[in-house]
């Protein structure tokens, strides 16, 4: 997202999840280690503190997972530095890599920049393999973090698995369907067909309302769908004759072309004023998206908003993170057993439940408070549900160093086509001389 810089769905706020609700000892008891608790002999007391950095949100706080595990472990205190903007924070990351200093115990990673990492700096990071079952998780996520050799030097967290989150009744007064099985239906041959449905939109549009928010948003669902996407399987840049790129260019083209979205990057103050004025019919909408939208759409939206399944069959994600232990750290032992507990299933169920984290752990699909999850904000869509199979059915996609740089460069040069009436042929220029300058 753009708050972060790369996509990843890191500035989500709290929306409640309607489920049934875990037992305590559960959360608090499962996942964690028999010897994560014993003392650092730095500490002359016995106690240490754990320091965690991350960007955005990562929902420990919202979940109170930092203080159930200070109760588990009354020697260890957690503390969480947070930067708001990825895109400051992970400069920052590789000049404490480079320097061996000011690094956290724990340090979180976005799935834009996870390949850069796992090729120039997985040596100064801990194999988790050593100590997580990398088959806990859905397949292609810890592959992501894993190095030819074999190591992990990532947990997962969250993931972004693609929905369609819409206005039920704005869909209604537009007289297209609004039932979330209908919806579907309408949209099942893939993202032509929304938008034709937007099409249908614009022709009875209720008056000051567009068919969707951003059409660069629109992009990156496309693109999102195919395992290949910006570099091949030899790590070379392919971006310029990505099959899934054009396919997601051109139907972001034709979008601006045809007025069928308002022209709004995401997250920008002008976005959240769209939802906040109820001016957007629908959005591209991975997991983390639904409290972007709760929180920005406000108490009169409540319950006119729903969740239906993305356009076309093939599953996609957008974003996610994961947690990496740096060996330059003070207390690497106590580290990887936070690492451990936060993303196993018990936990990751209470990060989905309190801040809408869809969990990367599969164990934790079948825990009621993911299982069973609802929405109330969107008319009680069940998106445990929803979110949990596309999860498992989403390609393993080929990841580069320079992702992020690339997606951004081209949401750019769309959101320029929108704003500014930039024609297909020049922004497609400017957007591949930005990014060849900044790859090489």
């Known amino acids: 997202m753009r708050i972060t810089g790369t996509g990843g769905g890191r500035g989500r706020r709290v929306a409640a999840l309607t489920t049934s609700v875990l037992a305590a000892s559960a959360v608090l008891l499962t996942g964690c280690g028999s010897d994560g608790g014993d003392s650092d002999a730095s ?89 997580i079952d990398v088959n806990d998780w859905v397949s292609w996520k810890e592959k992501q973090a894993t190095t030819k050799d074999g190591a992990v030097i ?108 308002q022209g709004l990057p995401q997250f920008t103050d002008a976005w959240t004023a769209a939802l906040r004025k109820g001016s957007v019919a629908s959005v591209a909408c991975p997991a983390w998206m639904a409290n972007q939208i709760s929180n920005n759409s406000g108490d009169a939206y409540k319950g006119k908003w729903d969740i239906s399944r993305a356009p076309g069959s093939t599953a996609a994600n957008w974003g996610g993170s994961f947690l990496a232990v740096p060996k330059a750290g003070k207390h690497v032992k106590e580290a990887t057993e936070l690492v451990k507990w936060l993303t196993a299933p018990e ?25 069973n999850a609802k929405l109330e904000y969107f008319n009680n869509a069940p998106v445990g549900q929803i979110y949990a199979e596309e999860a498992q059915s989403i390609p393993e996609a080929v990841l580069g160093p320079k992702d992020g740089v690339i997606k951004d460069s081209i949401s750019n040069q769309i959101n320029n086509m929108e704003q500014r009436g930039t024609k297909p042929a020049d922004a497609w220029k400017a957007a591949t001389e930005t990014i060849d300058k900044a790859i090489g």
């Open 347 to 371: 936990q990751q169920a209470a990060l989905f439940k309190a801040a809408g984290l869809f969990p990367s752990n599969k164990g934790a699909y079948e825990l009621p408070d993911v299982k």
């Open 43 to 131: 500490g002359s007391d016995g106690n240490i503190t754990l320091t965690v950095q991350d960007y955005g949100q990562f929902g420990y706080k919202e979940a109170g997972l930092f203080e159930q595990y200070h109760k588990l472990h009354p020697n260890i205190t957690v503390k969480e530095e947070v930067t708001a903007n990825e895109q400051d924070y992970y400069p920052k990351l590789l000049q404490q890599l480079n320097t061996g200093s000011g690094l956290g115990d724990v340090t979180g990673l976005e799935v834009g920049r996870i390949k850069e990492v796992v090729d120039t700096q997985a040596d100064k990071f801990v194999d988790l393999s050593k100590s």
């Open 154 to 261: 990532g947990a997962g967290t969250d993931i972004g698995p693609m929905s369609l989150c819409y206005r039920k009744d704005l869909f209604e007064q537009a007289g297209l369907p609004s039932d979330r099985e209908d919806v579907a239906k309408a949209v099942a041959g893939g993202w032509q067909d929304y938008l034709k449905l937007g099409e249908q939109y614009k022709a009875k549009a209720p008056k000051g309302t567009f068919f969707m928010d951003s059409a660069s948003a629109m992009y990156n669902a496309v693109v999102s769908s195919d395992a290949q996407q910006y570099y091949d399987a030899d790590g070379k840049a392919v971006y310029k004759d990505s099959p899934a790129v054009k396919k997601g260019w051109d139907l972001a083209a034709e979008a601006a072309q045809k007025k069928l979205s």
